[in-house]
Structures are given as structure tokens and as C-alpha cells.
């Protein structure tokens, strides 16, 4: 072989190898996305249970103040062991 000759193999062998790897790369880009799309109703917070709080008051306005927020649609507040406890849902 001839002086030249060495000098193309490896600008020969590379140009393969670029369009080897390149190959599968472009199918893949190519390949359909799929579009998903997301409906959701209101965002709120799953049933929850919070406190304790001192006094019925103090959970009657932390009740008031997460609805008002968005963060339930419904409250309650119960006492268990002279405690007040605020319920969600």
C-alpha cells in the first residue's frame, strides 16, 4: 500500500464509524412523540388531620383560613383528649 493510502483509512474508518452511531441516533429522533394531556379538577389536599390546637376557636380559624386558601373544601374540628383536632377533606 501506498503512503496516501495510510493517510484515508482512518479518515475512512471514522466517517463509519460517525454514521453508525449517528444512524440509530436519527431513527430515534425521528420516531412520533406522544402528546399526553393532564385534566384535573381543583387541586386540594387529601383527607388530612392537623393540630393539635389549644382551643376550639383556634382550630375553627385555622379550618377557615385553609379553606378560604384552597387547600380543602370541607373541615371539621373534634376534641379528643381536651385537645382539638382539625379533620379535612
Known amino acids: 500500500m501506498t503512503a496516501k493510502t495510510f493517510r484515508i483509512a482512518p479518515l475512512a474508518a471514522l466517517a463509519t464509524a460517525?454514521?453508525?452511531?449517528?444512524?440509530?441516533?436519527?431513527?430515534?429522533?425521528?420516531?412520533p412523540q406522544q402528546q399526553t394531556t393532564t385534566v384535573t379538577a381543583e387541586q386540594h389536599r387529601p383527607a388530612a388531620k392537623f393540630g393539635p390546637y389549644a382551643s376550639k376557636q383556634a382550630c375553627?380559624?385555622?379550618?377557615?383560613?385553609?379553606?378560604?386558601?384552597?387547600?380543602?373544601k370541607h373541615?371539621?374540628?373534634k376534641q379528643m383528649?381536651?385537645?382539638?383536632w382539625l379533620y379535612t377533606s
Not at 18 to 31: K, R
Not at 60 to 72: D, E, L, M, T, V
Not at 81 to 84: L, P, V
Open 18 to 31: 460517525g454514521l453508525l452511531v449517528a444512524g440509530p441516533v436519527g431513527a430515534a429522533t425521528a420516531a
Open 60 to 72: 375553627q380559624k385555622a379550618g377557615k383560613s385553609g379553606q378560604a386558601q384552597g387547600k380543602w
Open 75 to 77: 373541615y371539621a374540628c
Open 81 to 84: 383528649n381536651h385537645k382539638w
